[in-house]
């Protein structure tokens, strides 16, 4: 009889997806939205982030249009330096994000601990976001909040960009016009509110590169103020010591990255594009077609051994989580009614009520394998991958995952978020957030939400 009790229920992956067809392993990462953790596919064995947000905390933060904005885009991209989406789902609590699982850290993670990166690792995670860029603005996404903490390495040392929580589409015709962003990658055309494309993001580029180099941002200030007027009029300036840190081409290409003047800015369209940034001469002896193809050879591979990111997380929701997450079957629906089985609260604020509402219609189930898209091999990670981690989950086997599995291109959405006015809040890590914003409804229409949140830098 116990043991009969014990035994889970077989679980039929022919349904929907759900959260009770993943195994919950580790706490990896904590964002201002969202946690991330490792989880384990039941039936493929196949292992993945998961990024799960409270939906509560969400309409808190005045953050449900950009969780729905970013399921919508990352279900457009299938890239190989982008954190790809493989599921979304919902229960009544959290809305569940399933990505390809990054082992490396991020590019904070790193820079924290060795101060500054090698030339060779700087070039490297430069060229392979630059690949990244070019894929998504093909795709007209601007990411809009390219910094360190948004780019991952995978267990070989690959970089992928990830939080498109702020990313939008754009048009040529119509320039974006939101203070978007974190504020010391912010691009100038970004703060001087004339307007603008997918420049915005080789700026911020330029800015991580520079910040990789010297293991400090080109421009700096004590408040937002000042920050905004180094970004549009301080002259570029380099350490004393440039020279014995860095080559000559490699501060002429960060030069290029941070021209103001988008014509001439390295990367962007109208300054030559792809083209001319693989000619750059701190790219010689690059071969780009190897590197597109994620051929190149990475100068610094993560140790696996070691946890590359902050296991204060993983301390954090087993000591602190008074609701940890599990597996919770969704309220059902009752007899005639609709599609949408929220039903508000007694006393429940009606902006609480439709934000509820808006998720459980636009914050739709995704799943890749049923979801027919351009094929691209998929992050074949497998429990060998993590069980070597301190602390990782004992006694799981390590089975390969089903990488047959492949998606079509779906129709892209030209729907888009955009986001202005800049707040003082404090920033507890890099970052703090904007507040009073407004949906570009004219532009992009969308459903009844009339805040949403970005973030950008803390001044300093
Ligand atoms: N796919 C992934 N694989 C491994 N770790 C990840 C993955 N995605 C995110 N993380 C970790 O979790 C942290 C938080 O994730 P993410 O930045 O996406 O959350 P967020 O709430 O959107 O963050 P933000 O505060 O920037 O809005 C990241 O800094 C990273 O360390």
Redo the contacts with the bound molecule.
């Keep these: 009889m116990g043991i009969a009790c014990c035994k889970e229920d077989p679980i039929d992956f022919t349904q929907e997806v759900e959260l009770q067809h993943f195994h919950l392993l580790r706490s ?7 946690k ?1 953790r490792v989880v384990q596919h039941k039936g493929t064995q196949a292992i993945y ?1 998961l ?1 799960y947000i409270n939906k509560a905390k969400c309409i808190k933060m005045r953050a449900v249009e950009n969780i729905i904005q970013e399921r919508r885009l990352l279900e457009e991209v299938e890239c190989p330096f982008v ?1 790809n989406l493989r599921y979304a789902f919902q229960d009544d609590e959290n809305l569940f994000m399933i ?4 082992l490396g850290g ?1 590019l904070r993670f790193h820079l924290d601990r060795m101060g500054m990166l090698k030339e060779s690792m700087v070039k490297f995670y430069t060229a392979e976001v630059a690949c990244g860029l070019f894929y998504l603005h093909s795709k007209k996404i601007v990411h809009r909040d390219l910094k360190p ?2 780019v ?1 390495l995978d267990e070989k040392g690959h970089a992928h960009l ?2 498109f ?1 702020i990313a939008v589409h754009f048009r040529e015709e119509k320039p974006l016009t939101a203070v978007a962003g974190s504020m010391a990658y912010m691009a100038p055309e970004v703060l001087n509110k004339k307007g603008y494309f997918a420049t915005v993001d080789w700026w911020s580029l330029g800015v991580l590169a520079y910040e990789m180099a010297f293991g400090k941002r080109p421009f700096r200030a004590k408040t937002n103020d000042g920050l905004t007027q180094a970004i549009l009029q301080d002259d570029l300036e380099f350490p004393g010591n440039v020279r014995d840190l860095v080559s000559q081409e490699c501060i002429d290409a960060l030069k290029e990255f941070l021209r103001r003047d988008v014509t001439k800015r390295l990367g962007c369209k109208d300054a030559g594009g792809k083209e001319r940034l693989q000619a750059d001469p701190w790219f010689k002896g690059y071969n780009w077609e190897a590197m597109e193809k994620m051929e190149g050879e990475p100068p610094f591979v993560p140790d696996a051994k070691r946890a590359n ?1 902050d296991a204060t997380h993983e301390l954090e929701e087993l000591l602190l989580e008074d609701n940890p997450l599990k597996a919770k079957p969704r309220k059902k629906k009752k007899a005639g009614e609709e599609d949408t089985p929220y039903t508000a609260k007694e006393g429940e604020d009606p902006s609480v009520t439709r934000d509820m509402r808006i998720m459980e219609e636009k914050f739709i189930v995704y799943d890749f394998t049923k979801t027919r898209r351009a094929a691209l091999p998929q992050q074949s990670l497998t429990m060998a991958s993590i069980s070597n981690l301190p602390g990782s989950v004992p006694g799981v086997s390590t089975l390969p995952q089903d990488s047959s599995m492949h998606r079509d291109v779906m129709e892209g959405r030209e729907d888009a978020v955009d986001m202005t006015g800049v707040d003082t809040q404090a920033s507890t890590q890099h970052h703090s957030r904007v507040a009073g914003s407004r949906i570009d409804t004219d532009h992009h229409p969308l459903p009844d939400v009339a805040s949403v949140q970005a ?1 950008r830098a803390s001044p300093s």
Excluded: E, I
Excluded at 99 to 102: C, G, I, K
């Design positions: 990896v990462g904590k964002g201002a939205f969202g991330v982030a990024k954190c990505l390809d699982l990054m991020d903490d948004n991952l990830t939080d929580n990111f973030r």
